[in-house]
């Protein structure tokens, strides 16, 4: 069974610096992009950003709201994704999630993080 | 990038009744390969979204007949044969051709 456990929100205050992490399980996660969405107050849907695989170099590609503010890294050895937010506004206060788009199964997403951006 | 209306914005529905949501994307999702890269989710209250199609009309794994995918190109719908309370949630569709992913604004599914 695919799982995607994230970690890391919290409450952070303007202009700092936050990182989240994505546990993930049940499928060959070297093999497969992952992706960061966020979903502001239970309505809209963003996407943050996807890093690729190794064989295609772990290719990163951001939304232009987040980009060179945001960085997606991964490591393979420990099945684990993760996010590094540093120049953090309110408008970046989200539940954010990571997804992996599976073969014959579709998009599977973690339960979330809250980050809350606040002074 | 590419622009996913969807519609309605809400939608009350009968126990029992059948119910039908609309996705429509500003560029065809439609790729060279024959797939339709257009995914149908939904929401229920504090959960994360769970797909329910993938790839414009394949059925994720354990759910249940009752919903279906179509369209093809740049108009799909989502279908449930017969709602059931259960069904309650925000349900949404998302391209996942190219990026930036992008999501329709999602329908609230609703019981009467």
């Known amino acids: 069974e695919v799982q995607l456990v994230e970690s890391g929100g919290g409450l952070v205050q303007p202009g700092g610096s936050l990182k989240l992490s994505c546990a993930a399980s049940g499928f060959i996660f070297s093999g497969s992009a992952m992706h960061w969405v966020r979903q502001v107050s239970g309505k809209g849907l963003e996407w943050v950003g996807r890093i690729r695989s190794e064989p295609n170099n772990y290719g990163t590609e951001y939304a232009a709201s987040v980009r060179g503010r945001f960085t997606i890294s991964r490591d393979d050895s420990k099945n684990t994704v993760y996010l590094q937010m540093s120049r953090l506004k309110a408008g970046d206060t989200a539940i954010y999630y990571c997804s992996v788009h599976l073969k014959a199964q579709g998009g599977k997403w973690g339960q979330g993080t809250l980050v809350t951006v606040s002074s | 990038d590419i622009v996913m209306t969807q519609f309605p914005l809400s939608l009350p529905v009968t126990p029992g009744e059948p119910a039908s949501i609309s996705c429509r994307s500003s560029?065809?999702?439609?790729?060279?390969?024959?797939?339709?890269?257009l995914d149908w989710y939904v929401q229920k209250p504090g959960q994360s979204p769970q797909v329910l199609i993938y790839l414009g009309s394949n059925r994720a794994s354990g759910v249940p007949d009752r919903f279906s995918g179509s369209g093809s190109g740049t108009d799909f719908t989502l279908k449930i044969s017969r709602v059931e309370a259960a069904d309650v949630g925000l349900y949404f569709c998302m391209q996942t051709l190219q990026t930036p992913l992008t999501f329709g604004g999602g329908t609230k599914v609703e019981i009467k």
């Open positions: 560029q065809s999702l439609l790729n060279s390969n024959g797939h339709n890269y």
